[in-house]
């Protein structure tokens, strides 16, 4: 099992470009995440997947667009990139079951100039 | 909204030494997880408590829930160079999301 798998591991726009984040598992996971990273502050969730069909709206949404493609797949949308979107990019998964573990992918680093 | 805060976010160590890094929420958790991400990596699921006072060991990491249900700390003895990264706690926050500390940054002087 490959776990979850992100693609590009690194990426340079210029601002007002457009791009995707893949995501996939092979974990028959229920649950989907997308979370930023930047230095001191943590992992902060931008949109998330409950189960196939559905996404909300994590602590920082504005900028990005989602979609469930199917079970295994998750992307990350940047409609028209700002230097302020700079960052390590995560998408993870989840089984809904008794353990909330969450796994995550390797990450996209991604830098907007 | 429930946070999670951890303190310290540096913490450097001789090798050899032992440190604590300390996790503490707003509101009282159902369950507490804990990650490592090396540097340049991922975040990586170490473990998660759920019973009030819950202690568990993984070799030289020692894991304990508060009485409360709202505090958490990791205890690392005899510090080694592979104890090098950022750890992280982490809360539920709802059904389906996490609410994650802003991470403890761990260096290592050999």
């Known amino acids: 099992n490959a776990g979850v798998t992100q693609t590009p591991k690194f990426q340079v726009l210029k601002t007002g470009q457009s791009m995707t984040l893949q995501c996939a598992q092979d974990m028959n996971h229920n649950s989907m995440y997308w979370y930023r990273q930047d230095p001191g502050m943590g992992l902060r969730l931008i949109y998330y997947s409950a189960s196939e069909g559905t996404t909300d709206k994590g602590e920082v949404p504005n900028g990005y667009n989602v979609s469930r493609l199917n079970k295994r797949e998750f992307s990350l949308r940047l409609e028209s990139a700002a230097p302020s979107q700079t960052s390590v990019y995560f998408c993870?998964?989840?089984?809904?079951?008794?353990?909330?573990?969450?796994?995550f992918g390797p990450g996209t680093r991604l830098l907007v100039l | 909204g429930q946070q999670v805060m951890q303190i310290p976010q540096y913490q450097h160590v001789q090798e050899g030494e032992d440190f604590t890094t300390y996790c503490n929420s707003s509101?009282?958790?159902?369950?507490i997880q804990w990650y490592k991400q090396r540097p340049g990596g991922h975040p990586v699921f170490l473990i998660q408590?759920?019973?009030?006072?819950e202690v568990k060991k993984q070799k030289r990491l020692t894991f304990q829930f508060g009485e409360a249900k709202k505090n958490s700390s990791l205890h690392i003895t005899a510090t080694q160079t592979t104890d090098v990264g950022t750890y992280f706690c982490a809360g539920p926050r709802g059904d389906y999301k996490l609410s994650f500390g802003a991470g403890t940054t761990v260096t290592v002087r050999a």
């Open positions: 408590l759920v019973k009030s006072g």
């Open positions: 509101t009282t958790l159902s369950n």
């Open positions: 993870a998964s989840r089984h809904l079951s008794r353990e909330e573990t969450q796994y």
